[in-house]
């Protein structure tokens, strides 16, 4: 048999030009799931709107857990598994409850946040964003976006507007067309992917991708093992690029364990003998 061990890293900081950090994140490796949500709006709203998202959505998780009759918030979609479609519900909850918030709250208002998420159960990677904040692979020496920006910039790329080479140019470069507590409702974009021995999983706000490049990213993650050492050399060559922004790192390795012989034979054993004892 094969198990998953997981070993993983989180960084946030704040930049070198922000006055407040508004990035949020969870890493929770016994429950496989990891987040990250970049805040925005006005005076302290950003990081209200971020930490109520890091709140909900585990908290959602850990309620359909322990009943799993639990209603879904929003459709089921029948073409991804039950575990993928619970962590999109679990983001529209975080979704209806910062736009409540913000509409109970006037100096909340126009609050929201991004949300990137990523939960493994069993062997698959269920993923779910909103906006701008990425997940990757690494896996095979290459560096797969597993997320595309749910914003201004990528929507004139992919219908031919805007040029890919002058995309981190432009002046509305963080104009977001999706994101959390912003509206009443929220489309979630899902995916899900079958992890392997050796993967690299990434997660990120865009104050990395803002200043490191992509070629960086993977050169300076097979040059750094440990996950938690990525994580703080990551965000150090984002401010040692200008520290424009607020950085978040999540970095989950993957490897699998094989149970030894002894385990296996151990295992008859037990069996046999709770069999003879009957």
């Known amino acids: ?123 698959v990677l269920s993923i779910a964003h909103v906006g701008d904040s990425r997940l990757y692979l690494i896996r095979d020496q290459v560096l797969h976006p597993l997320t595309a920006d749910h914003s201004l910039v990528h929507a004139q790329v992919q219908s031919g507007i805007l040029a890919a080479d002058d995309a981190e140019r432009v002046s509305h470069k963080h104009v977001l067309t999706r994101a959390v507590g912003i509206y009443a409702t929220v489309d979630v974009e899902l995916g899900e992917l079958s992890v392997l021995d050796g993967d690299i999983l990434l997660l990120c706000s865009d104050g990395l991708t803002a200043g490191v490049s992509a070629d960086t990213i993977l050169r300076t993650a097979y040059e750094t093992p440990d996950p938690q050492t990525l994580s703080n050399h990551l965000i150090d060559l984002s401010n040692a690029a200008g520290g424009t922004d607020n950085t978040t790192v999540i970095v989950a390795t993957v490897a699998t364990t094989k149970s030894g012989l002894w385990e296996r034979l151990r295992a008859q054993l037990f069996t046999v003998s709770a069999t003879d004892s009957q």
């Open 1 to 123: 048999m094969h198990a998953l061990q997981l070993t993983h890293g989180a960084s946030s900081n704040i930049g070198l030009t922000r006055r407040h950090n508004e990035d949020r994140f969870h890493a929770d490796p016994s429950m496989r799931l990891f987040i990250v949500c970049d805040g925005m709006g006005g005076h302290l709203a950003g990081e209200v709107a971020s930490s109520r998202a890091v709140e909900i959505i585990p908290r959602h998780l850990a309620e359909a857990a322990a009943e799993p009759a639990l209603p879904l918030v929003g459709v089921d979609r029948p073409e991804f598994s039950t575990a993928t479609n619970r962590l999109a519900s679990a983001i529209r909850l975080a979704n209806y409850t910062v736009h409540q918030e913000a509409a109970c709250h006037v100096e909340y208002t126009g609050m929201g946040t991004t949300v990137v998420a990523a939960w493994l159960v069993g062997h």
